[in-house]
């Protein structure tokens, strides 16, 4: 399958907690995992991503942590802003790199 | 460097028309594909262009259709159109062909259809 699972579907912190995002995926042959942040109006920017030769990798508050074995990998965002509210993808490149499969989305609200 | 233009960015349409939706990719990037985007289906591919060619297609029905120009520029056309067309249709763009490296996205076209 080329299945992208995320969850939850939506999280609310408190301002300056961490946020984790959780997503799974099925097909065996992706090796390459963004995550995108959205917000009204807009389109999905990039805000991070991992290579399945790689366990984690950190950007200032964001980190990516991917478990091959378990086809799972999670967005890690602490010391949380208001400006981090907004949606949430992950997604995983599948069908031999054919395409980009997305998860259905989280909506993170951030409580000032 | 200006990032993926599409135009335009609200198109209102009813029921039987059809629609052409265009993408200019950042300068020197060579692929280009296309999403629909509903709060029910979430973000689902439409294909990918390289090179002028088609490489890869989701699983839309023949109605929805593209093309690429020699200056990487990319238009999607979708005919006959229905009330579940309705949809921020996206495109992203990068160097070259595949999917294990950034897609930068476009702000997307709204198409209602009425």
């Known amino acids: 399958g080329e299945n992208v699972e995320q969850h939850p579907s939506t999280l609310s912190v408190q301002e300056g907690d961490s946020a984790v995002i959780k997503c799974t995926y099925s097909?065996?042959?992706?090796?390459?995992f963004p995550w995108y942040k959205q917000e009204l109006g807009k389109g999905p920017q990039l805000i991070i991503d991992i290579r399945s030769n790689v366990g984690e990798k950190k950007d200032q508050r964001i980190a990516v942590t991917l478990n091959k074995t378990a086809k799972h990998f999670s967005l890690h965002i602490t010391e949380t802003q208001p400006e981090d509210s907004a949606v949430y993808f992950c997604a995983a490149n599948t069908g031999a790199n054919s395409k980009l499969t997305f998860g259905k989305g989280i909506t993170l609200s951030v409580r000032p | 460097k200006a990032g993926v233009t599409q135009t335009p960015r609200y198109l209102i349409k009813t029921r039987g028309q059809q629609v052409t939706l265009s993408c200019s990719p950042i300068s020197g990037h060579r692929s280009v594909s296309w999403y629909q985007q509903t709060p029910g289906q979430g973000l689902q591919f439409l294909f990918e262009y390289f090179s002028e060619t088609q490489r890869n297609k989701g699983n839309f029905p023949g109605r929805f259709s593209g093309r690429q120009f020699s200056n990487s520029r990319s238009e999607m056309n979708v005919s006959t159109l229905e009330l579940g067309d309705s949809a921020l249709y996206l495109c992203?763009?990068?160097?070259?062909?595949?999917?294990?490296?950034?897609?930068?996205f476009g702000d997307g076209t709204r198409l209602s259809i009425l």
């Open positions: 097909d065996s042959a992706s090796n390459y």
């Open positions: 992203a763009s990068s160097p070259v062909a595949g999917f294990d490296q950034p897609q930068h």
